[in-house]
């Protein structure tokens, strides 16, 4: 167990969100199981060349995502996966970028399905003016680099779409999830938006329905922009 814990390439001391990636990069992998005790604070300092302070905040760090919990006489153990701490933007960047993404991409792709049409009913209903010159403002921005295909500035305006629909609900609970969605669609929409496809004509519909306050239509082109959506995951044969 002990080798999986090794020395840190170019970290400083003072930098424990490194040591903290480092660790959690183990346990999201696989490499450090699940209920496995981990190595004690002076074997760790030992093997990452860190410092006491470094590596007590990396593990307060772990500890507040849920992947780590420490108890007296047991010492610090990796928790089960069912409390870890998906929303968690940091969390799901070190997950990215393992690398092998597309179960997670999938998982993503499945949170979508079960959020994203409610949430376009809701914005149609309760989006605010503002709301609403933010959104006509983004998407005329879509419709302009769908006619001159860029990866990198659609997927900064697809996710400012997505982003600003979630805000517009009206609803407080929805809010946490524009947050998975500025680290998820950084990575999701750059596979998904390949060959220069945007689904501009179904971003197009979810807009128009939306800016007419018609929460049916809304829900059914988020609907329709997902099911394409799905047929263009990575590796994807449907």
């Keep these: 167990m002990h080798s999986a814990f090794v020395q840190m390439d170019g970290v400083k001391r003072s930098l424990h969100v490194q040591l903290a990636r480092e660790i959690a990069r183990k346990i999201l992998s696989g490499e450090v199981a699940q209920n496995e005790i981990i190595p004690g604070e002076m074997t760790l300092c030992e093997q990452f060349k860190v410092s006491r302070t470094s590596l007590r905040e990396a593990i307060k760090l772990l500890t507040s995502k849920g992947l780590l919990e420490s108890k007296p006489k047991v010492g610090t153990r990796v928790t089960g996966r069912e409390n870890w701490n998906f929303l968690d933007s940091q969390l799901l960047d070190w997950l990215i970028d393992i690398g092998d993404n597309e179960a997670v991409y999938r998982d993503f792709l499945s949170l979508r399905n079960a959020l994203e049409p409610e949430a376009a009913a809701l914005a149609a209903m309760n989006a605010t003016a503002q709301q609403r010159i933010q959104l006509s403002a983004t998407f005329q921005r879509m419709d302009d680099i769908s006619k001159d295909f860029n990866v990198e500035t659609w997927t900064e305006a697809d996710l400012e779409f ?35 496809s945007t689904c501009i004509n179904e971003h197009r519909a979810i807009y128009s329905a939306i800016m007419a306050g018609d929460s049916d239509k809304a829900r059914q082109a988020n609907i329709d922009l997902l099911s394409k959506s799905k047929r263009r995951l990575p590796n994807s044969t449907k």
Excluded: D, E, W
């Design 162 to 196: 997505h982003r600003l629909i979630f805000l517009s609900t009206g609803n407080s609970f929805y809010l946490p999830f524009a947050n998975v969605l500025c680290t998820m669609f950084k990575s999701f929409i750059t596979h998904s938006s390949i060959q220069g």
